[in-house]
């Protein structure tokens, strides 16, 4: 079934970094682009990033620009978030999640398939 | 950027009721717009998008309604397991924005 499986959350001191991945199964991985959306404890969700199905275009957050950076591995079907500079505020569940549709743009259509999210704390 | 409010913030009903959320985007976002449904510890679910599509497998008495800036979403008769927070988010421009949600729980 169409899946996704996020990994390498934990505990990390402020100033590190970390990077998560998100595993895809079930589709074709490199047809569709993929967003990173986060969800701080108790509180709303949080867009951060998008990547084009062919990984040439992207788009952050300013919550995130310049520190954390998207990438993907169409051949293994993985996503990435490199997160550097990690603060406090960076502490959520971070998830990954699939457009809806196939396509250069990356916009009109929603996230259609999500993982379970991945936890990162950020604390000394 | 783009910024989403939701009202109400909260909503207490019982099984049964019929059940309007608002959704208002800050500027036209004509009908680029989805509604999610997400329960405690758990990933959100698109239920509607562009406005008024319900996504395949979603139960009919969800509906979405709205255009340009000011969206509904009606749930008609609520069950027991619509009891969740439900986001909007315009997909009309980046930075993708979702609302600030709706939390629904039991009256």
């Known amino acids: 079934q169409v899946q996704l499986v996020e990994s390498g959350g934990g505990v990390v001191q402020p100033g590190r970094s970390l990077r998560i991945s998100c595993a895809a199964s079930g589709f074709i991985f490199g047809n569709y682009a993929m967003f990173w959306v986060r969800q701080a404890p108790g509180k709303g969700l949080e867009w951060l990033a998008v990547?084009?199905?062919?990984?040439?275009?992207?788009h952050y957050a300013d919550s995130v620009k310049g520190r954390f950076t998207i990438s993907r591995d169409n051949s293994n079907s993985t996503l990435y978030l490199q997160m550097n500079s990690l603060r406090a505020e960076d502490t959520a569940v971070y998830y990954c999640?699939?457009?809806?549709?196939?396509?250069?743009?990356?916009?009109?259509?929603?996230?259609?398939?999500w993982g379970q999210g991945t936890t990162v704390a950020v604390s000394s | 950027d783009i910024q989403m409010t939701q009202s109400p913030s909260f909503l207490s009903a019982s099984v049964g009721d019929r059940v309007t959320i608002t959704c208002r985007a800050s500027q036209d976002i004509h009908t680029y717009l989805a509604w999610y449904q997400q329960e405690p510890g758990k990933a959100p679910k698109v239920l509607i998008y562009g406005a008024s599509t319900l996504k395949s497998g979603v139960p009919s008495r969800f509906s979405g309604s709205g255009s340009g800036t000011t969206f509904t979403l009606t749930i008609s008769s609520l069950q027991p397991e619509d009891f969740a927070t439900y986001y909007c988010q315009q997909i009309h421009a980046y930075p993708l924005t979702f609302g600030p949600g709706t939390k629904l729980d039991f009256k």
């Open positions: 990547l084009s199905y062919d990984g040439n275009y992207k």
């Open positions: 999640a699939r457009r809806s549709n196939t396509g250069i743009t990356l916009l009109w259509d929603p996230m259609d398939v």
